[in-house]
Structures are given as C-alpha cells and as structure tokens.
C-alpha cells in the first residue's frame, strides 16, 4: 500500500519568512495530492490540493509543487503569518481508491 | 459553509465497554469516512463506506469496529469492546465523490476524543 513519509516533522520561522514542508511517497499510482492544515482542536482542513498532471499550484502564499518522477511534493509557504501555525499534514491517494494516506505531520511555529 | 458534525466531541469510557461515535456527514456527499489519530501521531485511515457498503479498510479496522448508516443522515463508527489503544481522535469525513473527477475533497468533523480507562 501507499505509504507517505513527511519531513521535518516540526518548523520553525520567523514572521514573515518562507516555510517549506516536504514529502514523498511510494506508490507510483498515486495522482492525487492535498495538504491538509490542523489548528489545535479542530480536524484537519484542506489548504491546497495538485493532480498529477499538473507540476505546480500556487494560491496567495501557498504553493505546492509535485515531482512525480522522483515521487515527492512539497509545500511552500511564504510571508508566513503567526496564523499560518498549525500542523500541516501532506497525503496521497490514487484514482479509485478512497483510502487516502496521510503524512506524520509537520508542527509549524511562526514566531512574531 | 457546509460542515461535518461529530458527536460526542469526547467520551470517556471503561475498557471492554462499547462506544458509538456519529457523524453527521455534507448531506449532497456520497463517500464516507472513518480516520483515527492516535496522539501526536499521524492520521490513519480506518473505513471508506459508499451506497450502504464498506468500500475498502485498513488493517486496522479488524473485527471489533463496524460501521453503520441508520437512517439518511448519520454515519456511525461502533467499537465492540474497547482497548487502551483504541484511545484516539476519531475523525470523520465526507466527500462528495471517491473518484478523482475534481471533486475527491474530503471534508472532515473537528472529531471525537475517546479517552479508554
């Protein structure tokens, strides 16, 4: 199966710099990719999400980026906020399949 | 903006004793799902359910859990007899389609804590 591994698993920045969150993952079927942001007590929201056939989707201050020969994406996020802290979990699924796969988790702290 | 309700938001239980968590999925959403977060841990996925059936599970989701749609709106997730490790965040979500045809967003609840004493 699917398996996603996320890194690092915590960040820190300070306002107003650039924040990068990476992953890979292994099931080369995979085709669809969203990043999910989770704030303290609550579930996880859908910030971003790239198809395989596209390479980069850029919304505001986030952008995702997807290699798919080498198997990774990444998230970018720049002018970073103090609101932007949460953890950021990045995931995988293929077509067809409904168990989509999650990565550990990245605990993003933006200090003002 | 359409939302995922979970009920209860925690729930503390004896361990063997049986736990329903619900979930009130987007009313115009066809896939269900079940995910757990153990503690400072990553999301697991546990159950995807679509036209009254499951449709796939983890290894997770051994004999112990089932899944249910009672009536037109709620989604349940019942754990027979309950473990320490069975203590976690159980998320629930929906999304509109299981098929990627722009529309495989899952939507999830802010989840149920289930504490096991």
């Known amino acids: ?112 | 903006e359409p939302e995922v309700t979970q009920t209860p938001s925690h729930q503390v239980t004896q361990m063997g004793q049986e736990v329903i968590l619900r979930c009130v999925p987007i009313s115009n959403h066809l896939y269900f799902y079940w995910y757990r977060q153990i503690l400072g841990q990553k999301v697991e996925f546990l159950v995807s359910f679509y036209n009254n059936e499951i449709s796939e599970k983890s290894e997770i989701f051994d004999d112990q859990f089932s899944v249910e749609r009672p009536d037109g709106s709620n989604f349940t997730l019942k754990i027979r007899s309950t473990k320490l490790e069975d203590s976690a965040m159980y998320f629930c979500a929906s999304s509109e389609s299981g098929r990627l045809s722009g529309a495989n967003v899952l939507t999830f609840g802010a989840g149920s804590r289930l504490t096991v004493l």
């Open chain 1, 1 to 112: 199966g699917e398996n996603v591994e996320q890194h690092p698993s915590t960040l820190s920045v300070q306002e107003g710099d650039s924040a990068v969150i990476k992953c890979t993952y292994s099931d080369s079927a995979s085709n669809y990719f969203p990043w999910y942001k989770q704030e303290l007590g609550k579930g996880p929201q859908l910030i971003i999400d790239i198809r395989s056939n596209v390479g980069e989707k850029k919304d505001q201050r986030i952008a995702v980026t997807l290699n798919k020969t080498a198997k990774h994406f990444s998230l970018h996020i720049t002018e970073t906020q103090p609101e932007d802290s949460a953890v950021y979990f990045c995931a995988a699924s293929t077509y067809n399949n409904n168990d989509m796969r999650f990565g550990a988790g990245t605990r993003l702290t933006v200090k003002p």
